[in-house]
């Protein structure tokens, strides 16, 4: 097995100890526009080992959640590869990637991303709903369980503009968790909140790492929520620097 | 899928009503024109009962305050007769097939009354003259001068309207309808024959029940005018009107004479006809194209203001086809209902018998309706969903 510490950049001994989950190797993410070319990300090598909890910091608009999207799938680098459990994900077809997203990983964002004409319930039966293969009577029973693990079984056949941001939030962890994932992206996801309820978000993350052995990845502007994670990867300007 | 897809229209009903009445709209207007359509075109599909290639119509009238004595006409009849190239000639009234002018009324047999039927007077040559079909007993011959009631010849659609099927027709007596049972006796008609129906309406009108009285007139002093009918042979044209017109200027000096081929009235007819079809038929074609804009911005717009659940469905596992296919899916269910609606709606004139057209013109009228509406909105759906299906997911979830 390759081990995180073949790679150049420095990196957490925790890294090195676990299988290697999610390997990135001279990522480069350059934006072109009409007028201006916007490099987000310049060389970025990492790895992520299973079980992991690190998160991501540096100023606004250095590059945090064009990483974030480019490790969930969701774009593609410039340059450079991404390895998901030993394979280049360049070898994956759009179909394949669609399928990696939806049984591997689990997203969180900032702003939610409920959809608002679906009920609490139908909103975390979704990534279920891309998986071939499931019941509806599955879809439920494992959406309810993932409501359970999130506080929120009361709360079911409510819509999303009838809860609070923190019960939003929790509702979209619950949609992360409902597939089972093995890795959870999250951007900023108490960026919204207030510190109470971003403590709250921040409980459950880690008891999701601790209990379930989730890999979490966060993006985060908070040094206090920083400091709990095992590891705290920094950027600046499209450059990791620590 | 389609359960979910069914909840999230439930959902965001109010949102989708809008378009849901759209294609309401164009489904019904949809019906409408085809209604029409496949009435005309079943009207123009049946046989004209009769033949109107090289038949002209004389329109002899006489000079102010003149008579039209008998012997005279007769010898302009026979005169025009004897005209190399004419093949038959006819005595009759002025509604001739196309023209914009009727004569009709309701008859009456026991207890069966008509609808309204077009009434013609014609002579003992008219049957041969117009080329009108005979399916029972004869045309009006010389011996009906001894019958004391008016003979009569009637269309089928009349005999099935007044007569019970298979029950005998000729010698049976009708009465105009609006007449009294007190007065019977004084305006009867005996059937002695029944023609094939006629539809001398137009191209596109349907069969009109008609029925033929045997013309007499033993004195036809009183008439300032006469229509007659002439069969020439093929071929014949501007000089032989021309024959026909001094002939009989030959005979009287006091008549004019104005001689039409009926195939001239039969297209003067049919612009009349066309004219508010056509433009019926461009006021449908701007509805429905301008219900296909408003469609195609609905959903253009539907999908721009839904980037951000694209984004995350994509997120969540969806490919881009698949988005694409929700997006079309969604419009084909959003049409399904809104045409069951409009199925609903429409099948309530073959039910109810509304205007009276045949359940199968309805029928096939539906049907263009419901291909039509889903080949629209399926086009419609077309581009915005391809637009859905390529959405950058990262871009689309950045947004908020
Ligand atoms: N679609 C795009 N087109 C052009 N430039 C882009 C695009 N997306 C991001 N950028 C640029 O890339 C850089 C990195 O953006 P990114 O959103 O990753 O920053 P961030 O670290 O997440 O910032 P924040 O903390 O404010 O969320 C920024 O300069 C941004 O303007
Ligand atoms: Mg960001």
């Not at chain 2, 209604?35 to 329109?59: E, S």
């Not at chain 2, 914009?100 to 040559?125: P, Q, V």
Request: net charge positive; glycine share 8%.
């Amino acid at each position: 097995m390759n081990l995180a510490a073949a790679q150049p950049s420095a990196l957490a001994p925790a890294a090195a100890a676990a299988p290697v989950m999610l390997r990135l190797t001279d990522i480069e993410k350059v934006y072109q526009t009409k007028t201006i070319e916007t490099v987000a990300l310049n060389r970025v090598n990492l790895t992520i080992g299973q079980g992991e909890f690190v998160s991501i910091m540096g100023p606004s608009g250095c590059g945090k959640s064009t990483l974030l999207s480019i490790i969930g799938l969701l774009d593609e680098p410039t340059s450079g590869t991404v390895e998901i459990e030993g394979r280049p994900v360049t070898s994956y077809s759009d179909k394949e990637l669609a399928r990696l997203r939806n049984e591997k990983i689990g997203f969180v964002f900032q702003s939610y991303h409920l959809i608002n004409d679906l009920s609490v319930l139908d909103n975390v039966e979704l990534p279920l709903l891309y998986r071939a293969g499931v019941s509806g009577k599955e879809r439920r029973r494992l959406a309810l369980a993932a409501l359970d693990k999130v506080g929120l079984s009361a709360r079911t056949g409510h819509f999303p503009s009838q809860l609070s941001g923190g019960q939003r939030q929790r509702v979209a962890i619950a949609r992360a968790l409902a597939g089972g994932p093995e890795l959870i992206l999250a951007d900023e996801p108490t960026g919204n909140l207030d510190s109470v309820m971003g403590e709250e978000i921040m409980d459950l993350l880690l008891t999701l790492n601790r209990a379930e052995g989730v890999t979490i990845i966060m993006v985060t502007h908070d040094e206090h929520q920083a400091l709990k994670t095992e590891r705290v990867i920094r950027f600046f300007d499209g450059s990791q620097v620590q | 899928m389609l359960r979910h897809i069914f909840r999230l229209i439930w959902n965001r009903k109010r949102a989708n009503l809008l378009l849901l009445s759209e294609i309401l709209f164009s489904f019904i207007v949809l019906f409408g024109v085809g209604t029409l359509l496949f009435t005309f075109g079943q009207n123009y599909l049946l046989p004209r009962g009769f033949a109107h290639q090289n038949v002209w119509r004389l329109n002899i009238s006489a000079a102010q305050g003149e008579k039209m004595p008998r012997p005279v006409l007769d010898d302009v009849l026979r005169q025009v007769r004897a005209l190399p190239g004419v093949l038959d000639i006819s005595l009759g009234s002025p509604n001739t097939p196309f023209r914009f002018l009727t004569m009709n009324s309701e008859f009456r047999h026991g207890n069966r009354k008509s609808d309204i039927t077009d009434r013609y007077d014609a002579d003992d040559r008219y049957l041969t003259t117009l080329g009108l079909t005979l399916r029972e007993g004869r045309w009006f011959q010389a011996r009906d001068d001894a019958n004391p009631r008016r003979p009569a010849v009637i269309t089928q659609n009349l005999r099935e309207a007044l007569f019970a099927p298979g029950e005998p027709v000729l010698g049976q007596l009708i009465q105009p309808a609006d007449q009294g049972f007190q007065a019977t006796g004084q305006e009867e008609y005996q059937v002695v024959g029944v023609v094939e129906n006629v539809r001398p309406g137009s191209d596109f009108s349907g069969p009109q029940s008609g029925m033929w009285l045997r013309l007499v007139p033993y004195d036809t002093t009183h008439w300032e005018g006469a229509a007659v009918l002439v069969k020439v042979a093929p071929g014949q044209g501007p000089a032989l009107q021309q024959r026909i017109v001094r002939t009989i200027a030959g005979v009287t000096r006091q008549w004019s004479t104005e001689v039409r081929t009926l195939e001239a009235d039969r297209l003067d007819k049919l612009r009349v006809t066309l004219a508010p079809l056509a433009a019926l038929a461009v006021v449908g074609i701007f509805l429905i194209v301008n219900v296909a804009l408003g469609l195609f911005g609905v959903l253009w717009y539907n999908i721009s203001q839904r980037r951000a659940e694209i984004g995350l469905r994509r997120a969540m596992g969806a490919t881009g086809r698949g988005i694409g296919h929700q997006f079309l899916l969604e419009t084909m269910v959003l049409t399904t209902l809104a045409v069951a609606a409009g199925l609903l709606l429409t099948v309530q004139f073959p039910l109810l018998g509304a205007f009276g057209g045949p359940p199968r013109v309805y029928g096939m009228a539906m049907l263009l309706a419901t291909g039509v509406v889903f080949l629209i909105t399926a086009v419609c759906a077309w581009q915005p969903s391809r637009l859905a299906a390529r959405i950058q997911p990262a871009a689309a979830l950045r947004e908020e």
